[in-house]
């Protein structure tokens, strides 16, 4: 015990502590911001997206904004259902591709809370390394591109954006070929 205790008194563990509850708080309070302003964005791309000759932004903006407690509750389930997945890592890596399509189930469908979850794994179904085969090679090259001098600082703003897209566009392909069997 006298080890413990000098350890505990030479690295001032209260201080290592305090200082990593502070840094966690940061790493929450900016992802929570990133949240609030990310996943509005993504409705009104995908609200864009889904009629994109009728569709103006103001439009997709009021029905973002209408539909904002649904949209945000769908995204509080994913985080928090993906986030204990990831205790254990493999059931998050799972359960990331599973339910990645939710906010575009929710937007397309009207699907929204729990059943836009699994409306989404039902569309990975069968589907399920292919789309995360597509998903770690996007990864990459977007990863790759900003390690890139001045495209990495334009790859940081227009990333999100563009994943929202590509998600979208995997979204129309499952539903494609899983729509069928689930009615849709």
């Known amino acids: ?7 505990a008194e030479e690295y001032d563990l209260a201080a290592i502590y305090a200082s990593l509850s502070v840094v966690m708080g940061g790493f929450l309070l900016v992802s929570l911001a990133v949240a609030i302003i990310f ?14 000759e009728r569709m103006t ?7 973002t904004f209408k539909n904002i407690i649904k949209i945000f509750w769908i995204s509080l389930l994913f985080g928090v259902l ?3 997945g990831y205790l254990i890592l493999i059931p998050g890596i799972i359960m990331t591709i599973s339910y990645s399509f939710a906010i575009m189930v929710f937007v397309n469908e009207g699907v ?7 409306r989404s794994a039902a569309y990975v179904k069968g589907q399920w390394q292919k789309i995360a085969g597509i998903y770690f090679g ?12 001045y495209v990495g600082m334009v790859g940081y703003v ?10 979208d566009v995997l979204f129309r392909h499952a539903k494609l070929i899983n729509g069928s069997i689930l009615g849709k």
């Open 82 to 84: 993906v986030s204990l």
């Open 57 to 63: 932004i103001a439009q997709a903006l009021r029905l």
């Open 39 to 52: 996943v509005p964005c993504q409705a009104v791309i995908v609200y864009l997206a889904n009629d994109p």
């Open 1 to 7: 015990m006298p080890q413990i205790q000098a350890a």
């Open 158 to 167: 227009l990333m999100p954006a563009a994943l929202t897209i590509f998600t």
């Open 112 to 118: 929204s809370g729990w059943a836009s979850l699994k």
């Open 138 to 149: 996007v990864s990459l090259v977007f990863l790759l591109l900003t390690l890139v001098p």
